[in-house]
């Protein structure tokens, strides 16, 4: 672990010090930062300490009101987290705090993700509860009252799979309708849900559900394309109109 410093008695140390004497700072950062200062230094023909000084020398003079607002949290850490924790401190040289604040820095934008689709997962469960339906499940009964019968059985068996967590619904920026496999799907490799299941062929088959192209060649992602159900759903009424025979009805 490093040296824990004592700040009160390193400034009683640098009262009678010479304002622009300089003192020895070691410090570790992070490659990035260090990818930043480097390129820095070759454009402005500085040397890193030079440079380092000027950054801290200017941050230091600033007012205190100036500086950012740092947030102080107090953790509890279990006894094998702290011992994990001390000899991640020790490889890397840096106090506890340093270490947690890199921790947090790096793993939060991908915590920001998960709480966005737990968010959206609640607010669905809470429409689901309330009977109001999401405008991903509004826009998908639309298109399943307007279906011909003969796609009826493939549409409620994606939507069986929906109730299930199986697959899941998304609109995009344009309000087009996508049937989506989540990765942990795919992992299971379910056949009934895969690109091999005979709702997603038949329905692909019709040109209602037009999968995307994906790299590495596992269809995931469906479009639901509302011409092509219609076409078929408006086809299918016309040939009964048009057999339909008139009787007329003589009154006296």
């Given at each position: 672990?490093?040296?824990?410093?004592?700040?009160?008695?390193?400034?009683?140390?640098?009262?009678?010090?010479?304002?622009?004497?300089?003192?020895?700072?070691?410090?570790?950062?992070?490659?990035?930062?260090?990818?930043?200062?480097?390129?820095?230094?070759?454009?402005?023909?500085?040397?890193?300490?030079?440079?380092?000084r000027?950054?801290?020398?200017?941050?230091?003079?600033?007012?205190?009101?100036?500086?950012?607002?740092?947030?102080?949290?107090?953790?509890?850490?279990?006894?094998?987290?702290?011992?994990?924790?001390?000899?991640?401190?020790?490889?890397?040289?840096?106090?506890?705090?340093?270490?947690?604040?890199?921790?947090?820095?790096?793993?939060?934008?991908?915590?920001?993700?998960?709480?966005?689709?737990?968010?959206?997962?609640?607010?669905?469960?809470?429409?689901?509860?309330?009977?109001?339906?999401?405008?991903?499940?509004?826009?998908?009964?639309?298109?399943?009252?307007?279906?011909?019968?003969?796609?009826?059985?493939?549409?409620?068996?994606?939507?069986?799979?929906?109730?299930?967590?199986?697959?899941?619904?998304?609109?995009?920026?344009?309000?087009?309708?996508?049937?989506?496999?989540p990765?942990?799907?795919?992992?299971?490799?379910?056949?009934?849900?895969?690109?091999e299941?005979?709702?997603?062929?038949?329905?692909?088959?019709?040109?209602?559900?037009?999968?995307?192209?994906?790299?590495?060649?596992?269809?995931?992602?469906?479009?639901?394309?509302?011409?092509?159900?219609?076409?078929?759903?408006s086809?299918g009424?016309?040939?009964?109109?048009?057999?339909?025979?008139?009787?007329?009805?003589?009154?006296?």
């Open positions: 672990m490093p040296k824990k410093i004592n700040y009160k008695e390193e400034l009683k140390s640098l009262r009678k010090a010479p304002e622009h004497s300089l003192r020895p700072l070691t410090t570790r950062v992070s490659v990035a930062c260090l990818r930043n200062l480097y390129e820095r230094c070759d454009r402005d023909g500085l040397d890193l300490s030079t440079l380092v000027r950054l801290l020398e200017e941050r230091g003079e600033q007012a205190p009101g100036a500086m950012p607002a740092v947030a102080t949290v107090t953790l509890r850490l279990p006894e094998e987290i702290q011992d994990l924790a001390d000899r991640a401190c020790a490889g890397l040289a840096v106090d506890l705090p340093t270490l947690l604040q890199l921790v947090v820095t790096e793993a939060l934008p991908a915590w920001v993700l998960r709480g966005g689709k737990a968010l959206q997962q609640r607010q669905q469960a809470r429409d689901s509860l309330e009977n109001k339906p999401t405008p991903e499940m509004a826009a998908w009964i639309t298109y399943r009252r307007l279906a011909s019968p003969q796609h009826a059985a493939s549409l409620d068996h994606i939507r069986g799979l929906m109730e299930e967590g199986a697959v899941r619904l998304e609109l995009d920026s344009e309000a087009l309708l996508y049937v989506v496999i990765e942990a799907t795919v992992a299971q490799e379910s056949a009934a849900v895969s690109a299941g005979k709702a997603f062929k038949d329905l692909a088959a019709a040109g209602v559900l037009v999968p995307d192209e994906a790299e590495d060649g596992v269809r995931t992602r469906w479009k639901l394309d509302p011409q092509a159900l219609l076409a078929t759903a086809g009424g016309t040939s009964t109109s048009t057999g339909r025979q008139r009787k007329s009805i003589l009154v006296d």
